[in-house]
């Protein structure tokens, strides 16, 4: 079945160094590819997506390109703030039929100090 | 802000009870989905409702149901409530019934606590 692998945390970085989180799939035909992020005591927010092979997605300084060769979909952000400290979470959804759930990842904790 | 509004925030019960969990769509939205978010399974799909109808099930137990009514708000009810059932319940909503590209936009959630 599908599923999802991102790197395990946590990551904790300094304000204004740069952050890659790792992602890295597995799914028959062509997903799209989400990034979430759960800032503490909240829900999901959408930061970014690509729904098609080589598509960049981007949202407040994140990237993240959808490599199809490597299978993978890893968020970068190239100088982070304390603001920044959240949980992001990787997912996809499957590229055809009827099956439309969202498969996470486990999760990244990002702790950023000042 | 999403516009998923989901009621109650938290709720502390005990085993064996029965709860129910209250999700309102985006305005317009025709889907619904239920996400459960607990330490050990991470994030994983139980149910999505289309315009009344159940489209597609994922890991939900017997002894959960749901159903979305007219309005397109969805309720999730939970029964025989164990330890185990303690996470966070995300209601999701996209516009239409959910093709591959669409994205799914998260409620707040509630946290459920089974003593």
């Known amino acids: 079945g599908d599923s999802v692998t991102q790197m395990e945390g946590p990551v904790t970085l300094s304000e204004e160094a740069f952050l890659t989180i790792n992602c890295t799939y597995t799914?028959?035909?062509?997903?799209?590819l989400f990034w979430y992020v759960q800032y503490p005591g909240e829900g999901l927010q959408l930061l970014l997506k690509?729904?098609?092979?080589?598509d960049k997605g981007s949202n407040k300084g994140f990237e993240a390109t959808y490599r199809k060769e490597t299978t993978s979909f890893h968020l970068e952000k190239g100088s982070v703030q304390v603001s920044d400290s959240a949980v992001y979470f990787c997912a996809l959804k499957p590229g055809g039929g009827s099956n439309y759930k969202l498969t996470f990842g486990k999760g990244t904790l990002l702790t950023v100090n000042p | 802000d999403s516009g998923v509004t989901q009621t109650p925030k938290h709720l502390i019960t005990a085993t064996g009870q029965r709860v129910t969990l209250r999700c309102s769509p985006r305005?317009?939205?025709?889907?619904v989905y239920w996400y459960q978010q607990s330490l050990d399974q991470g994030l994983q799909f139980l149910i999505q409702y289309y315009n009344g109808e159940e489209r597609a099930k994922g890991n939900i137990l017997e002894r959960f149901s749901a159903q979305q009514f007219p309005d397109l708000h969805s309720e999730l009810n939970l029964s025989s409530l164990e330890l185990g059932d303690s996470a966070l319940y995300f209601c999701a909503s996209s516009p239409s019934s959910g093709g591959a590209r669409e994205t799914q936009y998260f409620g707040p959630g509630t946290r459920l606590l089974v003593l």
């Open positions: 799914a028959t035909g062509y997903p799209s």
């Open positions: 305005s317009g939205d025709l889907s």
């Open positions: 690509a729904t098609k092979a080589d």
